[in-house]
């Protein structure tokens, strides 16, 4: 009966995979050998390699090439859509910047210009001597005091009674005509609505995150990225519009949804067109450097614009361009491919063959990988499966404290240009522009090198230079800003490359929804980044060591991951668990390996079924 079993399954492991019968006949020559295979494949659980060795989607579609007009077209629409990210968002910088600023004095007081000048309380801050910017001299006093003495210096002001500026502020010109906080009176007591505008920004993005990769995974990425993109553009208009403060924060909210969305998708869809060293490329090049021109153009078209208003609306008239790219860019295939969709995705395959001057196989999927891919489609995922075993838990653990380190101290840095000395356009243009060598680096690290100590360098060289700044005289204003510079250069490829590293970590299945898991846990550190800085009024350096010391623990964290250097991606949760790094096994009784002459080799193996660490 055992005898007959094998024939059978060796009959059918010789039709699906066009070997040989020396199989067979190995068993049938040597029947003593059988309790031995039973043993074995018990162990080791056989199945036939048609099933085992599926086609993946790469060997599908390899005559499509790398780099056709296809290919080329989707690289650089995506990289194009992301365009209008780099300023919707942190124009923030600017429009909620705060100008100089001190108590209003009413002009019906009929002071003179020596007592005027006297009104306003005297501190020092940071080694200069300056007018107090939340508290005045009580203006009855000064009133009954300038009718008594003529020359406000005869009298000891400091025993003169201080009152808050009851009547409002007056803000200096110099820089801005207006931005949100001047206009809206955000300073003094109301003075974290602020950096709370910034952070409500975040809570969308993290709102964001979880909707798109949930939305996207089930309705596909071309919807969701071209509805993040009307929101985005829609939104952003109407932010210009604002009638108050809490009006513009749900406007900025609603933006940060659908500005992430577009990102994501763009990511995503890009990851699953193009072939792995393309879409390395799209992931560390094209879509970065597109976002940094447009962080790039902000500081240009916020000198030439002071009025907050007008500078969000010009900025936002980019966004509606790129609406028509939907006639341009198609669907996913893969997810088309794992929701049964497969003529769709036949389709898409062979108009990229059309464009790309190649003839298609007649046939591109076989009733196997039909079969494959229906059930695949049988089973849907949540967000369980990204903690359902062992493996994916520690992975999915590691990479959400590496993304929250990553976006706090990219956005920390982004957000502290106007806190740098210098010229705060110059500063922010310089802290875009060093981006740009920094996304070059990274995409040479992710061609040469392993994922993992990649981004485990970035961040330790993020970490190391910050942790230096306290050891730097803040008097050498042009070092401090240097090393920041630095810092952010660090910063930035580690962030570049998370994104990247994520993508290939996670499954087909899952891809979209880890992305997003991952990213939304690293918006609560960019909500509470625009208050990093805040710690600079107890020390001016607590900040720059609080980002250096998490970045060297992300640098350790990374270590630990598994690599996906130069490995396929996983389409399934399945095939994400073979991406091993560090193996716990046990030394299992004897099995044994059969030889095609028919022999009987005694090994000690380790055992298959380790666990991944």
């Not at 898409?348 to 076989?366: M, Q, S």
Request: hydrophobic share 45%; aromatic share 14%; charged share 20%.
């Amino acid at each position: 009966k055992t005898h007959r079993s094998l024939e059978s399954f060796f009959k059918n492991w010789e039709e699906l995979s066009g070997r040989d019968g020396d199989w067979i006949n190995i068993y049938r020559w040597k029947p003593d050998t059988l309790l031995q295979f039973e043993e074995v494949s018990q162990s080791v659980a056989l199945s036939p390699p048609a099933l085992t060795n599926m086609r993946d989607y790469d060997e599908i579609t390899a005559f499509l090439g790398e780099w056709g007009p296809f290919q080329k077209m989707i690289f650089f629409l995506l990289s194009a859509s992301i365009f209008p990210n780099g300023f919707c968002g942190l124009s923030i910088v600017f429009i909620a910047d705060v100008p100089d600023h001190r108590c209003l004095i009413p002009g019906n007081l009929n002071l003179s210009e020596a007592w005027l000048n006297r009104t306003i309380p005297l501190e020092q801050e940071r080694g200069k001597l300056q007018h107090r910017q939340c508290r005045r001299y009580r203006l009855d006093v000064i009133r009954n005091l300038s009718a008594t003495f003529a020359d406000p210096d005869s009298i000891n002001m400091s025993e003169v009674e201080q009152e808050p500026c009851l009547d409002g502020w007056e803000y200096s010109k110099d820089q801005y005509i207006s931005t949100i906080v001047s206009e809206w009176d955000l300073v003094c007591g109301n003075a974290w609505k602020g950096p709370f505008s910034m952070s409500v920004y975040f809570i969308g993005v993290l709102i964001g995150c979880f909707l798109a990769g949930q939305l996207s995974d089930r309705f596909g990425r071309k919807k969701v990225l071209f509805g993040g993109a009307a929101t985005q553009a829609v939104f952003c208009i109407l932010q210009g519009l604002s009638p108050n403060w809490e009006v513009f924060c749900l406007f900025n909210f609603l933006m940060g949804i659908g500005q992430v969305s577009k990102y994501q998708s763009a990511f995503v869809l890009g990851s699953e067109l193009l072939r792995k060293p393309l879409w390395t490329v799209l992931g560390t090049l094209g879509i970065p450097l597109s976002f940094t021109v447009g962080y790039m153009a902000m500081p240009l078209a916020a000198y030439f614009i002071r009025n907050w208003r007008i500078l969000i609306f010009t900025l936002s008239l980019s966004s509606v361009l790129y609406i028509p790219l939907w006639w341009f860019i198609p669907e996913s295939t893969r997810w088309l491919l794992l929701k049964g969709r497969v003529k769709e995705a036949e389709a898409i395959v062979r108009h990229a063959a059309k464009k790309n001057g190649v003839t298609p196989p007649e046939v591109l999927f076989n009733d196997l990988e039909l079969e494959n891919t229906k059930t695949k489609t049988q089973r849907s995922y949540s967000i369980i499966h990204l903690v359902k075993t062992k493996n994916i838990r520690i992975i999915t653990g590691i990479n959400l404290l590496v993304w929250i380190v990553s976006s706090g101290v990219y956005y920390g840095l982004s957000l502290n240009t106007p806190n740098l000395h210098g010229d705060d356009y110059l500063n922010c243009f310089f802290s875009a522009m060093i981006e740009v060598p920094a996304y070059i680096a990274t995409w040479i690290f992710l061609q040469r090198f392993p994922r993992k100590f990649s981004l485990s360098g970035s961040f330790f060289l993020a970490g190391i230079v910050l942790c230096f700044i306290q050891l730097v005289p803040l008097d050498i204003s042009a070092l401090v800003t240097t090393l920041v510079m630095i810092g952010k250069f660090g910063a930035t490829c580690a962030y570049s490359i998370v994104y990247v590293y994520t993508t290939e970590l996670y499954p087909t299945a899952v891809r979209h929804m880890g992305v997003g898991v991952n990213s939304m846990a690293s918006r609560l550190a960019g909500i509470a980044s625009p208050y990093v800085f805040y710690l600079g009024a107890y020390n001016e350096l607590l900040p720059y060591i609080l980002m250096g010391s998490c970045s060297v623990l992300a640098a350790i964290l990374a270590l630990f991951l598994p690599e996906t250097f130069n490995i396929p991606l996983a389409e399934t949760i399945d095939q994400m668990q073979k991406i091993k790094r560090f193996k716990r096994g046990r030394t299992d009784r004897n099995q044994y390996r059969f030889s095609k002459r028919g022999a009987v080799e005694e090994t000690n193996m380790v055992a298959s079924k380790g666990e991944e660490v």
